[in-house]
């Protein structure tokens, strides 16, 4: 090659003259050993570079890193565009009144603030009233199932129980299990029982968490740190499917692993196994499936994951964070169902939310391992700190115990029996939605099902029409749906409480269809430009239409940290 002799050439060539000038160099050996050293470290150098090129190529293909090289200078120019005098004053201005507005729908601006504490403590009765204020301020009616998500059970008589729970643990903390041993049995016959439920093979082991990111992020951070003991890998990198859920960049960005993104094609919105394969190098410490995934409630093709896993000898993550307590029921209720759990022998961790269908109340999750080994890696073991021999199996200190309990008293008075049913309920209204908006004669032409859903979300857009202005629709009817990008869908996660009043929810969809088709023919009569996906109208077809549509997402980024701060504005 002539490009690599050419270099260190030259260099010896530099190296030579500055020789001549420095008395110090003058002995031979000396010369010759720097040189060595030189076109070593430089081979060195240029080798990681042409790995990394061959890496990128087999990857994604000629076309696919052109394609990747132009879309991060299209980002990176329309970086700049946006930040061209003219361009960043206007952009501001229109960010800081879409923030006003966002402010006026969440901060009340009537309601009196308490900024800093009460001189005097308030009556216990004075406290009640003013929480009761609080729980009545004007909200979307979760408790009349109008909300996707977010409550997975919500009934009076399983609440009152895990505030019972909760109340008798308050002070605990599982970080001294001398002074709360029962906290302690709590939270392993927890991670025991979600074990169980996952069919995990004995050695296997688990540790609870405080949601279902924090799950992800520890396994994430375990496969990091078993790569780096096991295999010397100092550049991390893993492969998420498109549709995993954020909480793996999250992790990715933390703990500084790369991720490289897997398509998740229509028709069946499973990640492409093939793509994942070739992805594979030295540096990946970790393999990702669903089951199922949030935007779509699709279940990857977890068997053909795992297969890839035991023959390239990797770990696999099986997020099961959303399909928690329903997943491993489908078979025993009769719905279809596939591989997912650790019956597949390449899943090494796998998620579970107790928090979603596990019905425990939030800040409950777990993370379960193949191997006790394989928990280990998520320790934090400190041996000399001047407070003491310090260990914390995950990233918090201190733990509410009180929300163990809480859970434990959930699943232990749910029983197996209670979540069959619950999943025949569930999945069950889930598969009627799905039929409706498949058959109806008013949605079947123009929604469109995403995939196969399997458990509780049933994902759609439309095909004509703008999906967001759907959206945009059924929220003024009161409904808190999820909007969805790349492509635009709007989703609905059936819990407990929408069970009971999906046909309303059916109903309403149907009547904002032939609204927005109503409207779509109104502007064809008066020759305007169809909505088909563009323009602005209401705060999802804002969001995701307009500024979605820019190469570069800055204007995203600002307006959801107005957002994020406006949550912090008392
Ligand atoms: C909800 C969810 C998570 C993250 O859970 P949090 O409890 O919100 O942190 C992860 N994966 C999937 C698929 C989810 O739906």
Redesign the pocket.
Same mark, same amino acid.
């Given at each position: 090659m002539p490009g690599t002799s050419r270099m260190p050439v030259s260099l010896r060539e530099s190296f030579n003259s500055v020789k001549r000038s420095r008395p110090l160099a003058s002995n031979p050996l000396q010369v010759l050993s720097l040189d060595l050293v030189r076109n070593i470290v430089f081979t060195l150098f240029l080798l990681r570079w042409t790995r990394r090129v061959l890496w990128k190529l087999k990857g994604r293909g000629l076309l696919g890193t052109i394609a990747e090289l132009y879309g991060d200078l299209r980002r990176v120019l329309y970086g700049y565009f946006l930040r061209l005098p003219g361009v960043r004053t206007q952009v501001r201005k229109q960010v800081s009144e879409a923030i006003s507005k966002m402010e006026a729908k969440m901060v009340p601006a009537h309601a009196t603030r308490y900024l800093t504490l009460p001189k005097e403590g308030w009556t216990e009765d004075a406290v009640r009233k003013e929480l009761d204020t609080l729980v009545a301020m004007d909200h979307t009616r979760w408790e009349d199932g109008y909300v996707s998500g977010a409550v997975y059970h919500g009934e009076e008589e399983l609440l009152r129980l895990q505030t019972e729970a909760y109340g008798k643990f308050t002070v605990a903390n599982p970080i001294h299990p001398d002074v709360f041993p029962g906290v302690r049995k709590m939270e392993a016959e927890v991670v025991a029982m979600v074990l169980s439920l996952f069919n995990a093979p004995p050695g296997a082991a688990g540790a609870s968490t405080s =949601? =279902?990111?924090?799950s992800?992020l520890l396994a994430c951070l375990a496969a990091r740190q078993k790569a780096y003991a096991e295999r010397g890998v100092t550049e991390p990198e893993m492969i998420l499917p498109e549709t995993a859920?954020t909480?793996f960049r999250k992790a990715g960005e933390y703990f500084k692993i790369k991720i490289h993104y897997v398509a998740c094609p229509a028709p069946t919105y499973q990640v492409d196994v093939r793509r994942v394969a070739r992805l594979i190098n030295s540096n990946t410490i970790l393999l990702v499936g669903?089951a199922p995934?949030?935007p779509h409630g699709i279940i990857d093709d977890i068997a053909a994951l795992s297969k890839l896993a035991l023959k390239r000898r990797i770990p696999l993550h099986v997020?099961c964070?959303?399909g928690s307590f329903l997943v491993p029921f489908l078979e025993k209720a009769g719905f279809e169902t596939v591989p997912f759990d650790f019956r597949l022998r390449g899943v090494t961790s796998i998620s579970c939310?107790t928090?979603?269908y596990g019905f425990a109340p939030k800040g409950n999750?777990t993370v379960l391992y193949r191997t006790a080994a394989h928990r280990a890696y998520q320790y934090f073991v400190d041996p000399s700190w001047s407070g003491g021999v310090y260990a914390s199996p995950g990233m918090a200190g201190s733990r509410p115990g009180a929300l163990i309990a809480a859970c434990w008293a959930s699943l232990v008075s749910v029983g197996e029996a209670g979540y069959l049913a619950a999943c025949e309920q569930i999945v069950g209204t889930a598969k009627k939605l799905a039929e409706r908006i498949r058959e109806h004669p008013a949605l079947a032409g123009e929604l469109e099902i995403l995939g196969n859903p399997l458990v509780s979300v049933v994902a759609f857009r439309a095909r004509n029409l703008n999906t967001y202005d759907i959206a945009d629709a059924m929220t003024a009817r009161g409904w808190h749906l999820n909007a969805l990008q790349n492509p635009p869908a709007i989703h609905v996660a059936v819990t407990l409480p929408i069970t009971k009043v999906w046909e309303r929810l059916a109903a309403d969809l149907e009547a904002v269809v032939e609204g927005e088709r109503e409207k779509e023919r109104v502007r064809a009569v008066e020759g305007k430009k169809s909505r088909g996906g563009k323009d602005a109208g209401g705060d999802a077809a804002v969001l995701y239409g307009v500024a979605g549509s820019l190469p570069n997402k800055s204007v995203v980024v600002d307006l959801a940290t107005g957002f994020l701060d406006l949550c912090y504005k008392a």
């Open positions: =949601g =279902g990111t924090d992800i859920h909480a669903s995934n949030f997020d964070c959303l939310d928090h979603k999750s």
